[in-house]
């Protein structure tokens, strides 16, 4: 892990200062990204490393207002993105920074990439949003959990019993139906999460299997950062090809 951002430098942080690993597990609502994050950990704490977890709206600065504030459905687009970022502050500067410098790694569930294509989904240009997030460090490792828009519409519908107003993009007024504005929002930002996985490095993971199946994969991943080989290996930027019924396990 390197001082080096994607645009301002932060004042005081040197090379040797950030020892630790910053590892980003990123894909849409329902995907499993929570499931693949405790995985991770669980295995990388077994290995000896120490890791602190971190995601969206953890903050003890605005979580709780931005939790507040999107209770009435009227947040503006705008709003909604600083409010976002001024979340991801807090957390890099009290929780990222200081995990980093001692050495530990972080295991963050989702990162700007998400809060970068939501607030391009709601009208910002690419280019604000870079220039928004251009504090945030580089990751180590992206890896982006590709699921099908079906699976990822089980999922939800599983996990909460309905789908949410803002994962369903309901705010940019696409259509009055639940479920078709769930389809049309998660296609737009599909394409946005395209765009960033060939400018951001992402590392893609077919997420349609089972969970055991989407860590091995990820574990792959990962082992080189800590000078380990894999067994097998996912293409950079692409969903892999899972194996025939005559590959080794």
Known sequence: MTDRTYGTRLPGLGPSELGGKLIVIEGSDGSGRTTEVDRLKEWLEIEGHAVVDTGLRRSTLVSEEIDKAKQGHTLGATTLALLYAADFGDQLENKIVPALSAG??????????????????????????????????????????????????????????????????????????????????????????????????????????????????????????????????????????????????
């Open 104 to 249: 530990s790694t972080v295991l963050a569930d989702r990162y700007i990439y998400t809060l970068m294509a939501r607030a391009i989904v709601r009208g910002a240009s690419r280019d604000w949003a870079r220039k928004l997030y251009g504090f945030a460090f580089r990751p180590d490792l992206v890896v982006f959990l590709d699921a099908r828009p079906e699976i990822l519409l089980h999922r939800s519908i599983g996990k909460y019993g309905s789908l949410d107003y803002w994962e369903s993009g309901m705010d940019l007024c696409l259509s009055r139906d639940f479920f078709e504005s769930f389809f049309l929002y998660q296609d737009r930002l599909s394409r946005e999460f395209e765009w960033m996985s060939r400018e951001y490095d992402f590392h893609t993971v077919d997420a349609n299997r089972r969970p055991e199946e989407v860590h091995a994969d990820v574990r792959d991943l990962v082992k080189p950062l800590y000078g380990a080989v894999p067994k097998r290996s996912t293409r950079r930027g692409t969903r892999p090809t899972p194996p025939g019924p005559t590959a080794s396990a």
